[in-house]
């Protein structure tokens, strides 16, 4: 049985404990542990699973194997650290770390230890849609459309954070539908939604390049209010496909598959001493995107990654 703890339990936190718990039979994995700094959000945890008032306790507890590591962003890097520091698996939400910089000390620390520890939470990677549209025999991808689209954003949210929070899971797709890397990037402003409170611009209009010449535009648009929906079209050299997903009302429902799937091979890789799905290196890369376009979008110039 791997023993799992989880540090944070707000709405992804707790969405995850439910997941671990509906996979438990064919993972062989339990929740042990769990550690969020509000007690209140503990209260998520069935009454068998320990509570701990301290994530670095949990971290280094004798009866947790893994950690899965759903806090707010700005904890992301202290906790990881701690889990390589313990020698201890862990999935760590996305994004690895909110700078570079931050990732780049996680992957130092990790090559210091001389193994791959470190999972990153982009599920996209096991959603069936995403997976076809990788998978379609269409010959080399030209041109990808890309759509990311909420149904409203928490008031006031910074601009910043359309591309940080949302457009962060379009670059780790992108690169991994296309195997590149993505060289450049320019951030477009069109008119607002006057539903974007506090000066918020939305939607956002993102276009990247590829190493290999791939151009993806991406729309951002976190007050649609009609619904989630995200798309994606690849157009090839022999035809095009999308992920043909409606529209829903929720991510975690749109994305349950995904979430199934991403606990399921992170559980069986911590069993093989493997890291699968997105590595410390792709939280660094989508970062790196993150940062060049939020150059972009106080210069209102394109900018290299
Ligand atoms: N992969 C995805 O699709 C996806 C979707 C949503 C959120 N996320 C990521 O999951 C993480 C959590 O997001 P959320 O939407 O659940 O946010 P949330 O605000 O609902 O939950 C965050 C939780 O972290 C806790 N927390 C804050 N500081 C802490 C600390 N120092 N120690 C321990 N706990 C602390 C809070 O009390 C809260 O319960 C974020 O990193 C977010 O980017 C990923």
Sequence with gaps: VTRVGVIGLGVMGADHLRTLSA????????VTAVHDI??????????????????????????????LIASADATHEEFVLACLDAGRPVLCEKPLAPTADA????????????????????????????????????GATLLLHCRHRNAASPPGWPTEY?????????????????????????????????????????????????????????????????????????????????????????WRDRFADAYR??????????????VRGATAGDGLAAQLVCDAAIRSLHTGKPADV
């Design 162 to 250: 359309l591309i940080i929070s949302s457009a962060v899971h379009e670059f780790d797709t992108i690169r991994w539908l296309t195997g590149d890397e993505i060289v450049s990037v320019a951030a477009y402003v069109p008119r607002s939604t006057s539903y974007a409170s506090g000066g918020t611009s939305d939607p956002l209009l993102l276009v990247v390049r590829t190493t290999s010449g791939v151009v993806a535009d991406i729309e951002v648009f976190v007050n649609a209010r009609y619904g989630y929906d995200v798309r994606c079209e690849r157009v090839a050299e022999r035809g095009v496909a999308d992920l043909g997903s409606p529209p829903g009302t929720d």
């Design 38 to 67: 509000d007690p209140a959000r503990m209260e998520v945890a069935p009454g068998n699973i320990k509570r701990y008032g301290d994530g670095f306790a949990l971290i280094g507890s004798p009866d947790v194997d893994a950690v």
């Design 23 to 30: 996979i438990a039979e064919v993972t062989g994995a339990e």
């Design 103 to 138: 990732c780049r000390r996680i992957i130092a620390a990790q090559e210091r230890l001389g193994r791959e520890l470190v999972t990153v939470g982009f599920m996209r990677r096991y959603d069936p849609g995403y997976l076809r549209l990788k998978e379609a025999d269409l």
């Design 261 to 274: 799937a991403e606990l399921t091979d992170w559980l069986a890789g911590v069993r093989t001493g493997e």
